[in-house]
């Protein structure tokens, strides 16, 4: 320090830049302790992330922080069910949540059954997957999510409790049925019904109204883009329509009841089905 001071000596700048000399260490030493600490956390985040990356795949898709078992019915719909059971989900022929004439003869059929089909899968005209294809959930979080599916569409079935006991559930049901003797008695008949409407639209409009029908300008089941149009005309519109025949201004050709012996209030019926299948709530 000597020598180097005696060399430099008289000029005002050395000191200014042995000043700045001085100010550059500080500040390096400074950033260097921050530092240690910062570097610190970067590794703990770096170390979360790979653990994340490296997780097991249904575990990063249903990454919303519940433990897997404990997951709500909401939580479940939320990351599985809603993509294809959500109220304006597109999926043909899946119940939609809220729409209560979707759901009455789902649970009519009863809980037990319900829980059946989405545990295991269900072929109707759709295809529900074993799980709603998550197979990872448990199956109380399966439960759950029917439960809370049909809870928001016209049922009443008690809440199965998040991480409740495994017997929970078969107990629920029982009692579902018990709480629910009154709103039961109107699904019956509306599943009655709307069996009947079924087979007849099977017998008789299917050949040119079935979801994959290539019959030009006929709105096909479970479409909301050709019904939303036909629903918006009222249904008695439709009832008309369908009895007597219609041709619309693209020319397709409806036959009067669709060629078939069915009577007006059974062609009724089928409108109603059909146009229940694409989102009316006749
Ligand atoms: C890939 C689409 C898809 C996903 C995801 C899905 N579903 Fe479904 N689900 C359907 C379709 C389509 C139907 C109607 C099947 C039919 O009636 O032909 C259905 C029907 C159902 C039914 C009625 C079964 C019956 O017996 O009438 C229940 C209950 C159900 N799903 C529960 C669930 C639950 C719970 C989940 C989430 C864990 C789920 N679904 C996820 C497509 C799906
Ligand atoms: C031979 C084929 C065929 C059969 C069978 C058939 N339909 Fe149609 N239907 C059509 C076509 C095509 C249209 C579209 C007409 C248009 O808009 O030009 C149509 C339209 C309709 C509409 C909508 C009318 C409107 O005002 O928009 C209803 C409702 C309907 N059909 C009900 C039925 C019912 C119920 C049955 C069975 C009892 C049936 N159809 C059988 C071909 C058929």
């Known amino acids: ?158 809440e199965p409790v998040a991480g409740g006991a495994a017997s929970a559930p078969a107990s629920a049901s029982g009692a579902a049925v018990a709480g629910q003797a009154e709103p039961e008695k109107n699904t019956e008949v509306a599943a009655a019904d709307d069996g009947q409407a079924k087979a007849n639209f099977e017998k008789s409009c299917q050949a040119c109204h079935a979801a994959n029908s290539a019959i030009p300008n006929a709105p096909k089941l479970g479409n909301k883009d050709d019904w939303a149009p036909r629903i918006a005309q009222g249904k008695d519109t439709l009832f008309k329509h369908a009895i007597e025949g219609f041709t619309g201004a693209k020319g397709g050709v409806m036959p009067p009841k669709g060629g078939s012996a069915l009577s007006d209030d059974e062609v009724k019926a089928v409108v109603t089905y059909m146009a229940n299948q694409a989102g009316a709530k006749f």
């Open 1 to 158: 320090m000597n020598s180097f001071k005696n060399k430099q000596q008289g000029s005002a700048l050395t000191n200014l830049v042995g000043g700045i000399a001085i100010l550059g260490i500080s500040v390096f030493l400074l950033a260097k302790l921050a530092n240690s600490g910062y570097s610190a956390d970067v590794d703990l985040v770096t170390e979360n992330a790979t653990a994340t990356r490296i997780m097991p795949a249904g575990n990063l898709k249903l990454g919303d922080g519940a433990e897997p078992g404990q997951r709500t019915g909401k939580q479940v719909f939320d990351k599985v069910c809603f993509q294809c059971h959500a109220a304006d989900s597109s999926t043909a022929f899946s119940p939609k949540m809220t729409h209560n004439a979707d759901w009455a003869p789902r649970i009519a059929k009863g809980l037990d059954t319900l829980f059946n089909s989405a545990l295991h899968g269900f072929t109707g005209q759709g295809n529900m997957p074993a799980k709603g294809g998550a197979t990872d959930l448990t199956d109380d979080e399966v439960k759950r999510a029917v439960v809370y599916m049909a809870n928001n569409s016209g049922g009443s079935f008690p």
